[in-house]
């Protein structure tokens, strides 16, 4: 087009200097990946010479050095102050004409193309945003449901203000970049209608443990700024990526999120051009997409990992109207992937009284004061080392961040930006709790603990943990092959990076508890159980279809996970070995379970198995082994039977198994 823009299809990573890695990439995913069913919307660019044409105009750049000359980031009251001066002179200095005719005519090319009824979004890309040793995620602007030439040129102008927002200018400045080193361009970019579909961001590895076998995916209902921002806790899946290239059933795991609210467009004519709203109660419970939209998103994912050849952070959109998955960002992910190859373990020495609970970021534990604070007007209040406890924590917060012990938040998902700049910091921190902001009161010590898995929990007081770290290369060689127990899915990633042989002990007992945590007779007879009994069942289990099906597939994806983490390596599933009093302790569990006064030789294992009143709940723990073998593959997995008391009662077991298709010499089950 010009040398201010360039449409987005004519572009390829090598034009990053000209319009930035985020814009270069959906040039490069245009020209590429097409053609591999990766659909990208369409667009164009403003170049890094328009930006500093702009900035030479009037003698903008000049004012704008001056004012960072005199800057010290560390001081946020004054990092606010030049922040919101450098936005103010950007907003007020014109476009110089050649560079406002070349957006008039790219601008007029796209309303031939798309007609004059599309909105569009404005995007930032920093042309050192992206690089592979930096995460510059969320750090500029993005506005969305843009419409019209004018309205165009006011987002273009606030893209190149955004440069100069608070956490910008501290991030450069902690990571070494020059400001006048740093050029922005605007990409302008077709709207997605996800606003009555959905959106999330998705990973090509797991972000906590780097496991690079798996594709994390979220999402949630409406525009893709409530994941990003961490405004909405969405839902979450796994998906391992040889069986899906193998053709199999893929997904590992499923985790529902609250999704209590969406963005989506508002009323045409109002001064906003986005509205948040709520989300009905009936549609929170259930998955926001398919499962086999899911594992076309990582499909997708599998693409463009491919073509980039490292790990990536990518955003997606569903359109609500023809139904497609659109890919709207990829950049390089700039955490995991460049973890040293060091085992780093913290160990909780005590607890206490539980304050909250929520999703964790990252595998550290943090303490110290709780600071409760509502807006960025408190940044002054926070001090080094205390615990930063608020609604919601987005990239504007850095300052602070990076000054914390750990971060706690009632609203976020596992990839939003506040979550990713918290991995980058190595700042634990727990999001999603919903009642942090309430459950925790300002100035109380806090142990904010992410080391345990999937949650993370927020203690009463300081208390004590040991750190310790092993370098990998250092280990050394054991002349006997050690396998691992593993009972918790959700650490079996990180687990797997440790030397091991395989998996000799996957208790099932604790995949159920931890992931169903209620009876299966509970869910076979859910009109059986009191009122309040039923509400959780329909709670947990609506997004699957049944109760029935819920406890299969949970079962399932509990030991696809640790099978999937492992694999090839051997994996031992020992079904489940409860005793009567601990399968009481199960939500609604105590009307379906026998008084023993010795639970540990009575009613359990192989004897619990093959009797009248558990037989069915059996069958349950074989269909869910045999999807994991039968279906996904993961042939892996061997079964071992628990507190087998006699010749007969292993004779049932077996038979029972062989009536479920799990029998012994048939896919490589001993």
């Known amino acids: 087009m010009s040398e201010n823009t360039l449409r987005l299809d004519q572009l390829t990573m090598n034009d990053v200097p000209l319009v930035g890695g985020k814009n270069a990439s959906l040039g490069e995913m245009l020209q590429n990946l097409t053609a591999l069913g990766v659909s990208v919307p369409g667009g164009f660019a403003t170049t890094s010479m328009a930006y500093h044409q702009f900035l030479e105009h009037e003698g903008l750049a000049d004012r704008i050095n001056g004012l960072l000359n005199e800057l010290n980031v560390d001081d946020v009251a004054a990092l606010q102050r030049t922040g919101a001066q450098i936005r103010d002179l950007i907003m007020e200095v014109p476009f110089p004409p050649d560079m406002e005719a070349d957006i008039d005519t790219a601008y007029a090319a796209l309303e031939v193309e798309y007609g004059t009824e599309t909105s569009w979004a404005v995007r930032s890309s920093a042309t050192a945003e992206d690089l592979p040793d930096a995460s510059f995620a969320g750090q500029q602007e993005t506005y969305l449901n843009v419409s019209g030439l004018d309205n ?62 798996a594709v994390f995916v979220t999402s949630s209902y409406g525009l893709g700024e409530m994941v990003v921002q961490g405004a909405v806790n969405p839902d979450e899946f796994y998906v391992h990526k040889p069986t899906l290239t193998a053709g199999r059933p893929a997904i590992l795991s499923r985790h529902i999120g609250s999704k209590m609210e969406k963005m989506e467009y508002a009323p045409a004519g109002g001064d906003e051009l986005v509205q948040i709203v709520p989300v009905a109660e009936d549609d929170q419970i259930l998955f926001s997409i398919s499962d086999e939209e899911v594992e076309s998103l990582a499909t997708m994912a599998m693409v463009i990992e491919k073509h980039y050849g490292r790990p990536m952070d990518i955003e997606w959109a569903k359109d609500g109207n023809d139904g497609r998955i659109y890919i709207v960002q990829a950049r390089p992910e700039t955490v995991q992937s460049q973890s040293a190859n060091i085992i780093e373990k913290y160990i909780l020495k005590s607890r206490s009284e539980v304050l909250s609970t929520g999703r964790s970021i990252g595998h550290r534990i943090g303490s110290g004061k709780a600071c409760l604070m509502n807006d960025l007007s408190q940044m002054d209040s926070f001090e080094p080392g205390q615990v930063l406890v608020t609604d919601m924590t987005d990239p504007d917060w850095e300052p602070i961040m990076k000054r914390a012990s750990a971060i706690v938040t009632n609203r976020g998902g596992r990839t939003c930006h506040a979550a990713i700049i918290a991995r980058e910091l190595g700042v634990p921190a727990v999001v999603g709790c919903g009642d942090a902001t309430a459950a925790v009161k300002a100035g109380d010590d806090v142990t904010v603990v992410c080391s ?43 687990f797997s990076q440790l030397p091991n042989a395989g998996v000799g002990l996957a208790r099932l007992e604790f995949v159920i508890n931890n992931m169903i945590g209620i009876h299966p007779k509970a869910l076979m007879n859910p009109e059986s ?92 723990e074989c269909q869910a082994m045999k999807r994991v073998r039968d279906e996904m593959g993961l042939t892996n997995v061997e079964l071992m039977i628990p507190f087998v008391r006699t010749v007969d009662e292993a004779k049932g077991v077996v038979e029972i198994l062989r009536d479920n298709g799990l029998e012994r010499g048939k896919n490589g089950l001993r």
Do not use: W
């Not at 209608?193 to 999330?200: E, M, N, T, V």
């Not at 399968?583 to 004897?607: C, H, W």
């Open 152 to 213: 165009i040129k006011q987002a273009i102008r606030l893209v190149f203000a955004s440069l100069f927002n608070d956490r910008a200018i501290a991030y450069r400045v902690h990571q070494g970049f020059a400001h006048e080193g740093v050029a922005l361009s605007a990409g302008i970019q077709k709207m997605v209608r996800s606003d009555i579909g959905a959106s999330g961001v998705m990973f090509t590895l797991d972000t906590e443990s780097g496991f690079n076998d």
């Open 529 to 620: 159980v009191p009122e309040e009994v039923q509400q959780i069942i329909k709670q947990r289990t609506t997004a699957y279809g049944s109760p029935i099906e819920y406890y299969v597939s949970r079962i399932a994806e509990g030991v696809s996970t640790i099978a999937a983490a492992f694999a090839p390596k051997k994996v031992i599933v020992r079904m489940s070995d409860f005793k009567s009093n601990e399968y009481a302790n199960l939500i609604g569990g105590s009307q379906f379970e026998p008084d023993e006064e010795n639970p540990m030789i009575g009613f359990r294992g192989a004897s619990r198995y093959i009797s009248e009143d558990f037989r069915a709940c059996f069958e349950l």
């Open 452 to 494: 345990e898995g999937d949650t993370g929990v927020v203690y009463q007081g300081l208390l004590d943990f040991e750190h310790v770290t092993h370098e990998l290369d250092e280990m050394p060689e054991i002349p006997v092959k050690i396998m691992m127990n593993v009972g918790n899915p959700d650490r079996a990633f990180g």
